[in-house]
DNA sequence: AAAAGTAGGATCGTAGGACAACTCTTGTCA
DNA sequence: TGACAAGAGTTGTCCTACGATCCTACTTTT
């Protein structure tokens, strides 16, 4: 007998298959800012037909991470200052209001679990890990909500801004910065979490969360004035 | 010359067109809660490939009105308390997040105007009118936020609810009610927003929505009472 | 008669070819 | 230098085809 996972790994379709691909090749890098998703090459490059190819861009037009420009095709979205903005005011709205929530013990429970799971990445000093970590524990802050349709918003979130850590090429230089205080600023918000003290949590979430951002935003004005002048 | 307004209007792709029709077909119940959406049939009906008619599809799913199930097909969503639950709670929180926020005057504008529609929909007494003058009003609320990514997550919220209103039945039941005091609701929420009474303008809302939330819910569940008897 | 099995039709998933419409680049000409 | 035209490349859309899968109704087995 087939056991369910076995089902579960054969129901997905080729143009999921390929939304999720290309999102990881965005993410990753490989495709870059402002690139253009070729259907040909691309489907060729997969093994696939150009329908199944183009079923899985209109899927991943969803994540933001890439944008259909009538007979231009599709193009790997450029980041801007305003997008960042937005991105990170979003952000910020949705996890301060989570902390506020009294927490279920699942959903805190799945908080413990990604906090410990920093820990150990930290100790680990490799920046992949400590990255997807550290996403993830935010992903279970926002858990909290209890909210199926805002933990998928947050994912599609989450993608973005590993986007805009590649293109930045920010976590190398921040994750592995041994001055980032990390864990103790991640240890401050499950402390407040855990004593019930939300307006705390939600002030330490905030000055987090606004740290990342000028961080990042620095970076990206840094970006955009080198190649305004190139 | 061609206007700028030429252009976009050629500007939609079918796919695109395709996704809008079928959504409007969906929330006003032409296709019903759990109907399939045969790829043939419906390509043929709107003068279509079935390429571009499933193109169309994909971009729907992200509505979550409709759901592929791999083999199967689309599906129109069935309507659940738990997925009603969620939805409100979701309204919830971008609502009195939004008129928690200091307002820019532009989108404080945005909000007297759709106020403004709102009390002359109510004049004319016309059912579909009110509706669309309400959602109006309240996506005028989460602009408040002034957030590109928030304001489009909450048309799709809107989007849903259209549904779940078209589905039970609600609107004619309710917006039409002339105890139900829409106006009256509506015009406590913008003075207190006006004197930014934010505290109290949260409260409105959270009772508003509840209210609307409470009744929506009551209906459901006879609905689901009787089906589980048929 | 109920459960199990099976055959056939309908529908989906995907491939691949075709071609008009459109964009982009390049080279020509004023 | 700038306008314009030709050509190559790419997208938008349609069509046909066919194996895989689902669904239904009929047949066989217990």
Redesign the pocket.
Known sequence: MSTPTDISLQRR???EVVSDTLMRLIVEGELKAGA?????SLATRL??????L?EGIRLLEQSRLVK?E????AVVSTPTLKDLDDLYRTRLMLETMAVQEIPSPEALEEVERTFEQLKESVESKEVEPIVNADLAFHHAIVGLLESERLSAFYEQISKEMIFYFTVLSYADEEYANPDEPILARHTEIVEAIRRGRRAEASELVTAHIMANFARLKEILQERLEESETT
């Open positions: 379709s080729t143009a253009p998703l070729r259907e040909s093994g696939i037909s150009r329908n199944s183009r259909y009538v007979h231009r095709g």
